[in-house]
Nanobody
Framework: QVQLVESGGGLVQAGDSLRLACAAS????????MGWFRQAPGKEREFVAT????????SYADSVKGRFTISRDNAMNTVSLQMNNLKPEDTAVYYC?????????????????WGQGTQVTVSS
């Protein structure tokens, strides 16, 4: 089992940057594909980014491609999301998630473990 705790959210202005971090408990972090999802008020949870077990493969939602970067440190049991050039439409609660699948996946239903979320608010 994996426990996930996100941090780094906050209130920023459009064009600013934020770095989200997710700390994972347990000794099997490197066996999980990791992902970031977000949920805005009144909307369904949506995929943001995912990274393979080794960190060698990443995938992004079209809406964040070129602005967000996902990375992981298996020695430290952490996964991060660097968010640059933030836009008001990026406002949401951001969730870190872990999947036991072999490959990166954008499907929330394939992620077994979730953090509590961290709020990101981008003002115009």
């Amino acid at each position: 089992q994996v426990q996930l705790v996100e941090s780094g959210g906050g209130l920023v202005q459009a064009g600013d940057s934020l770095r989200l971090a997710c700390a994972a408990s347990g000794h099997t972090f490197s066996t999980y594909v990791m992902g970031w999802f977000r949920q805005a008020p009144g909307k369904e949870r949506e995929f943001v980014a995912t990274i393979s077990r080794s960190g060698g493969l990443t995938s992004y939602a079209d809406s964040v491609k070129g602005r967000f970067t996902i990375s992981r440190d298996n020695a430290m049991n952490t996964v991060s999301l660097q968010m640059n050039n933030l836009k008001p439409e990026d406002t949401a609660v951001y969730y870190c998630a872990a999947s036991p699948w072999d490959w990166t996946t954008t499907a929330a239903r394939l992620y077994d473990y979730w953090g509590q979320g961290t709020q990101v608010t981008v003002s115009s």
